[in-house]
């Protein structure tokens, strides 16, 4: 959570309530809201990709490709962003996994992401760790990782065993 000790448009002390902040000189009110991420597993012949974070918060665990939403960008424009930046790749979104909150250690503070994470394939199967990735590992569908940067990101491997299972199912049936 951010603390805003002094008002960010008067630079007066402001007062902290529950779910916002409000300046004690001119009133005004900043919010606590999620902060919105976007991001999305590739899935190819039973296994998917997820990276390692090269840098804190998280470093050395497994992450999903994809990041912060930047003012006015949809999920989709953000993922495919972000895709470029972390992998120098392309994506075509498959399907809208779910949508997930999770903690993320940003300056300090804890604040709470409202990641949207999609299933996507590779328009560009070249892929190279950039940005905050140190590399790129594919894992079997049916298994979890234990080292995980946060815990949503298991909830959303068994939404993705899940779709993955229905998928399947759906192709075997036609």
């Not at 972390?86 to 300056?107: A, C, F, N, P, R």
């Not at 300090?108 to 905050?132: E, H, Q, W």
């Not at 990782?145 to 229905?166: E, F, G, R, T, V």
């Amino acid at each position: 959570m951010k603390n805003y000790k002094f008002c960010p448009y008067c630079g007066k002390p402001s007062k902290k309530y529950k779910e916002y902040f409000a300046c004690t000189n001119c009133g005004k009110v900043v919010y606590l809201n999620s902060y919105p991420t976007a991001s999305a597993f590739i899935v190819e012949n039973s296994k998917y990709l997820i990276s390692k974070r090269a840098i804190e918060p998280s470093k050395g665990k497994y992450d999903v490709v994809g990041g912060f939403l930047k003012e006015g960008e949809t999920p989709e424009k953000g993922l495919r962003r972000e895709f470029r930046e972390e992998t120098g790749s392309s994506v075509k979104i498959i399907d809208l996994l779910g949508i997930y909150l999770g903690k993320y250690d940003y300056q300090g503070d804890i604040i709470t992401t409202f990641n949207v994470c999609y299933i996507a394939k590779l328009t560009n199967p070249k892929i190279d760790p950039r940005d905050d990735v140190a590399s790129f590992h594919w894992f079997p569908i049916n298994k979890i990782p234990k080292n995980l940067s946060d815990p949503w990101l298991a909830k959303a491997l068994k939404d993705l065993q899940i779709w993955y299972a229905k998928q399947q199912k759906i192709k075997t049936n036609h």
